[in-house]
């Protein structure tokens, strides 16, 4: 038999701890799935997929039946808003540093008047 060394010990120390914040994918997906749960997605999804299933005439696009029924807007290019989003972000940044230099030009006005 192999003596334990403080280093086998210390070793085994580590890997435990390493290995102890790794979850099993099994864990994580009841993890998961007690979220959706708690939530509240499992019921929302659930009743639509039902109301899908029991629509008399089935939509064209079950997709666009889902996201409406959830509440959700459809016929939104997403691409265009993110395009919108960055050009807004960007006229923001300009028109602060616009702000930024007119306050700095009113500091120095007043600096000049009390002189």
């Known amino acids: 038999w192999r003596k334990t060394l403080p280093l086998d010990i210390a070793m085994a120390g580590i890997v435990a701890a390493a290995t102890s914040q790794f979850q ?3 864990a994580k997906k ?4 007690s979220y959706l749960e708690k939530s ?3 019921d929302a999804l659930t009743k639509v997929l039902v ?3 029991e629509e008399p005439e089935k939509p064209a696009n079950a997709l666009d039946f889902i ?7 459809t016929g ?4 265009q ?5 960055e050009q807004l972000r960007s006229k923001l940044e300009e028109l602060e540093a616009k702000l930024d230099e007119a306050n700095k030009k009113l500091d ?4 000049a008047k009390e002189h």
């Open 24 to 26: 099993s994918p099994d």
């Open 30 to 33: 009841e993890e998961f799935r």
């Open 40 to 42: 509240g997605v499992i």
């Open 51 to 53: 109301g899908l299933y």
């Open 67 to 73: 996201k409406l029924t959830l509440g959700a807007p």
């Open 76 to 79: 939104i290019d997403v691409e």
């Open 81 to 85: 808003l993110k395009a919108e989003n």
């Open 108 to 111: 120095e006005a007043d600096a």
